[in-house]
């Protein structure tokens, strides 16, 4: 019997999206590269009397408390707003892209009628998902490595490769969200707006929330939390984090190929 | 031998709308059969539920033997399939998307690829989206033929095709019975059906109402002419004529419903000089109809 070419559609995904992967990841690196490169042009001692003059819930909040250091002002800035963010916000719009929208678009009947089953191209599309969240991660890593010597971050590499991880895995995390979403709803603005609400809740909650007397515990319920880029810089490698990544992952793509092998296509 | 598809009860409902309601089809091997209905009948419901794209509602269904929820993999592999909507990313070349097909298939013969495309006069390095319509099309009947399937399941296969290409596509279509290949395929043009299909079944409202052979569905159907002579013909010349029904002379026209054979009509309109003459297919819901009250005036 011929076999059908391995993980022939998640490299089908990955092709199909090259030139918008590849322009996510210029962004990446672009902005990376700005907020990096800046570290080396402020003199430190400058933030301090800025963030001196900031409220201290704010600077907590944003995870700005610890400026000056090398590892603070990265954890505060590549790996703790603008480039988590923007990466998540890739996360959804492209896990969206390889399921709902291209059912919503009629283009998943195709595939669908090919002999591969359900559970099968539920799988290959999140690893191509996968591929690409930690190609992005290392288009970061890449860059923060890469200029770590020359604005003499300090940080060890191993933090930077760390962190890094962890920002592929909060990736991966909300785009299987919107992959599981997707296995339930064939329609793309419903699955942007649902994983894109539990990303906004998650941030804050691991943010502004935390702050509120009372509401500390929040932050357990909070993906960002358990990503923790700025902590990584500072500690290292958490594994019990990590695994709750992990884990999260783990259980989106299940409920995705559970969602998606029990229903009609293209009718939502 | 097993039949290629077999429904049981076949039912389908999208929340309170029906799509189907009840379907029992037989389709042979070896055969083409027309599955035949108008716009909303429920031929695209009965396909996708073929390939377990829908999941029914009630009923059963069985395709080369297997059960399209518990062997679906199996059964698309020796299922070839044209989408009645066939929609694909179009940034890309027939070429790429035949590829990834192929490849998803395990593998194909490149020379039959090739010599399909050739056949049906595609160009397959131009990206899909400056494709027409037609030529759209042709990607999608290529797709359908590239791995020699068991079956073919074809969704109003022909639509957007120009005449010449309808026509090579039946060929494709009769080729395919000949070696064996079971066509399954829908449409809501009966003439089309009739070129190629060896038995037709009728759908009505997500239910079939008459399943025959395609000579016995021409002989029954009924044809709108409209004749002009060189002279004003007497209207009693006509009258005597089996199968004319409704029929009106006024001057030099002639309107009449013709129903079966047209051979005395023929001859007897030979005997004037005629300068034109239009023949139309009644509308196939109108003919579905005719046939439908037949059915029930027979058994009455």
New interface residues.
């Given amino acids: ?5 391995v993980l ?2 998640t490299r ?1 995904a990955l092709w ?1 999206q090259r030139k918008n992967l590849l322009g996510w990841a210029i962004g990446l690196a672009g902005a990376t590269f700005i907020y990096t490169g800046v570290y080396g042009i402020f003199d430190p001692t400058e933030f301090d009397s800025i963030v001196e003059s900031l409220p201290e819930e704010f600077l907590e909040a944003f995870g700005w408390d610890n400026f000056a250091s090398p590892s603070g002002y990265l954890g505060s800035t590549v790996y703790g707003l603008v480039i988590p963010i923007l990466t998540v916000v890739f996360a959804i719009a492209f896990g969206t892209r390889l399921l709902a929208a291209d059912e919503e ?3 998943l ?10 559970i099968s191209l539920v799988l290959q599309r999140v690893m191509a998902v996968a591929v690409a969240c930690f190609g992005m991660a290392t288009v970061v890593f890449a860059v923060v490595a890469l200029l770590s010597g020359p604005v003499s971050l300090n940080v060890p590499l191993e933090n930077i490769l760390a962190a890094s991880f962890q920002l592929a895995m909060l990736a991966l995390v909300f785009g299987s969200l919107a992959v599981a979403i997707g296995g339930f709803i064939g329609r793309r603005g419903l699955v942007i707006g649902a994983a894109a609400a539990v990303a906004v809740v998650s941030y804050f909650g691991s943010t502004i929330v935390p702050q509120i007397s009372g509401l500390a515990w929040f932050q357990n319920f909070s993906v960002f939390y358990y990503y923790g880029g700025a902590t990584v810089l500072e500690e290292g490698f958490a594994a019990g984090n990590a695994l709750i990544l992990i884990g999260l992952s783990v259980v989106f793509v299940a409920v995705a190929a559970f969602g998606f092998n ?6 939502a | 031998m097993t039949v290629a598809i077999r429904t049981e009860s076949l039912t389908k409902y ?1 929340g309170k709308q029906r799509g189907l309601d009840g379907l029992d089809l037989e389709v042979q091997p070896g055969e083409v059969y027309g599955f035949l209905g108008p716009n909303g009948a429920g031929k695209t419901t009965t396909i ?1 539920l073929l ?1 377990d ?3 029914p509602t009630g009923g059963r269904a069985e395709v080369l033997g297997l059960e399209p929820r518990a062997s ?3 059964l ?2 020796r ?1 070839g ?1 044209l ?1 009645g ?5 179009g ?2 070349t027939s070429r790429q998307l035949l590829g ?2 192929a ?5 194909i013969d490149r020379e039959y690829l090739d010599s399909l495309i050739e056949r049906v006069g595609l160009d397959p390095t131009i990206t899909i989206r400056s494709l027409s319509k037609g030529n759209r099309q042709k990607v999608g009947l290529v ?1 359908a033929f590239m791995h020699r399937p068991e079956l073919l399941i074809l969704d109003e296969p022909t639509s957007g095709l120009d005449p010449m290409l309808q026509r090579e596509f039946q060929a494709m279509a009769r080729e395919a019975a000949a070696s064996g290949q079971t066509v399954f395929m829908s449409s809501h043009v009966l003439s089309e059906v009739q070129a190629v299909a060896d038995r037709a079944g009728i759908i009505r409202d997500g239910r079939l109402v008459a399943v025959d052979r395609v000579e016995t569905l021409r002989e029954r159907s009924v044809r709108q002419v409209e004749i002009v002579f060189d002279d004003p013909v007497p209207v009693e010349a006509f009258a005597a004529i089996e199968d004319v029904e409704h029929l009106a002379v006024e001057g030099n026209t002639l309107t009449c419903q013709l129903r079966g054979r047209a051979d005395q009509f023929v001859k007897t309109i030979a005997r004037f000089g005629v300068a034109s003459l239009l023949s139309e297919e009644q509308d196939l819901e109108e003919m579905f109809f005719a046939y439908y009250t037949d059915e029930e005036d027979r058994r009455a």
């Fill in positions: 019997m011929r076999k059908t070419a022939e559609i089908k199909d678009a009629g283009t009947e195709l595939t669908a009628t090919c002999p591969v089953s359900r029990r229903r009609d296509i293209g009718t | 999208y996708r390939l794209v829908l999941r679906g993999v199996e698309r592999k299922v399939y989408p909507d066939f929609v694909v990313n940034r890309q990834h097909l490849a998803l298939r395990g593998g797709q």
